[in-house]
């Protein structure tokens, strides 16, 4: 997908800088507000504010920081309007948070970084905790680490320490440790978005691969518990919530302060590149890549992303394209005999710019290389766990429908991206952890965005676009799996898609730590839904 990689960024009260958030779009009109939330007796702010700690902020409506605060990163959620939004300043204001919240009824929802939930789950019109200020990070080397291997240029040190990160780290904050100290833990590519949703959903980036994913690192995590009771978990202490927290998602199990992560050592470089084809080489061109990635599945070293967009320039013409980039853990030379077949593809211009952009660069420089934002302004997604290529048919009905794109004036445009797996991801056991899709060769993320400015008749229009691109690719059948971490508010059984056969011990966990469903939302473990869509019921089965 076409990402722009400007981050238009300022500042709020010392917290995560805000990306994009030049005021509430004017189409957003606010949710009705539950009186019971909004109208609580200022009796009970105080005896909150009273418990927290120097460090932490008590944001109420009506202040400027609030409205920048409690603005959602995808701004198709900016309607809804936290009661007060809480920035802890310690751990124990998060429990202090959750004690208070479950005493007064009040819906608690946490939040890492900007809310970059797809779906609207990093907001709520109660209590939104906001853990930005929660940057601590702590390095622990292992004192007598493994031999470090030889992948070419580049030697690899699999087990080289522990990395501590508090709930409020996000993608960016690792890479100065990347670039000085060589430490690394597979991350996402987007440097705004929070590990702690990263790693709690899975965590996929272009290592996972070689490393695993994020939650594969995973070696403990503090969780704050509905009761307000901390508990540090791990392989052996409380083991089945340490199970739930790789791959369960968030806000199903308590808030997460802290992660601590088994981190890998690089030294030396790594083999990128980034392809791009106009619209008369795009179907060859993808069909090229995703036989390459299915005949490199158990090659750990091979990790790549190919997309396919539509956007509008600046003259409002419609321009369609493919792409492909990635990283390849040896030679420069090895990684272009990989990609032959895709790089026989297009004009000689395309070739020619296509082979020259696969070059040595160091870890670090390749982490900023592939590196985006998600879409901004307003958008929406879907994915799915693709386990074989798009076959020929549908290579041409997502080309059609590139061409058919309503279009709208965001310049992110709309678009399909294949996450390449396998490697060490497919080399864990699916029950192993939560995070249950170990067969896929790809999974495969459906966009569509529309600027804040738009009329109401494009979010519309864009939303059936998708709807019916998304449907077409599946041939009109459910997916074989979706990404917990692309959650999709329509996805009829997201239960299934989301988690598979874990679904049912994730509910026994939740059961278990979280027994009164005081964390909850419309996909939340456990839930059944309801007409306001916040408070839910035990699902049976």
Known sequence: MSRRTALRAGAVAGLVPTVGLLGRPAGAVPAPL???????????????QRRLSPAATLYRRGGASYEALSIPFNHRYANVRPAAILAAGTPDDVAVAVNWARDVGMPLV?????GHNYAGYSTTPGLLLVASRLRDIAVAPNPAPAPPQRYGPIEVTPDAGLLTVAAGVVNADLRPLLQQQGIFVPAGRC?????????????????????????????ATAVVLADGTTTTCDEKTDPDLFWACRGGAGNNFGVNTAFTFRYVRLQGEVAYFQLRWGADSM????????????????????????????????????QVYADALGQFYGYADELAAILAPALAIGTPAERAANRASIRQV??????????????????????????????????????????????????????????????????????????????????????????DDDPPATEVASVSWLTALYDALLAGQ????????????????????????????????????????????????????????????????
Not at 110 to 114: D, G, H, Q
């Open 191 to 219: 440097p705004t978005v929070g590990v702690a949703g990263l790693v709690l959903g899975g965590g996929i980036g272009f290592s996972d691969k070689m490393f695993g994913l994020t939650c594969d690192r995973l070696a």
């Open 283 to 318: 179907a060859a061109a993808l069909a090229a890549m995703q036989h390459v990635a299915a005949a490199r599945i158990a090659d750990r070293r091979f990790d790549c992303r190919i997309g396919a967009g539509v956007t509008l320039d600046a003259a409002g013409d419609r």
């Open 362 to 451: 160091t870890p670090a420089q390749a982490a900023e290389l592939l590196s985006a934002t998600t879409p901004v302004q307003q958008f929406a997604a879907k994915s799915a766990v693709l386990r074989a290529p798009l076959d020929d048919a549908r290579l041409a009905t997502l080309v059609a429908g590139l061409r058919q794109w309503p279009g709208s004036r965001n310049p992110d445009g709309a678009g399909v991206a294949l996450f390449c797996m396998g490697g060490r991801i497919n080399d864990v056991p699916p029950d192993a952890t939560a995070f249950v899709h170990r067969d896929a060769l790809f999974i495969m993320a459906t966009e569509a965005s529309w600027a």
């Open 478 to 541: 459910p997916p074989h799996g979706a990404y917990q971490n692309f959650p999709d508010p329509d996805l009829a059984d997201w239960r299934r898609a989301y988690y598979g056969d874990n679904y049912q011990r994730l509910v026994e966990v939740k059961r278990k730590y979280d027994p009164t469903d005081f964390f909850t939302y419309p996909q939340g473990i456990g839930s059944c839904g309801s007409v306001d869509g916040y408070a839910n019921r035990w699902c049976p089965r």
């Open 34 to 48: 539950d009186p019971a939330l909004h109208d609580l007796p200022e009796a009970q702010w105080d005896a909150l």
């Open 110 to 114: 946490p939040r890492s970084s900007l």
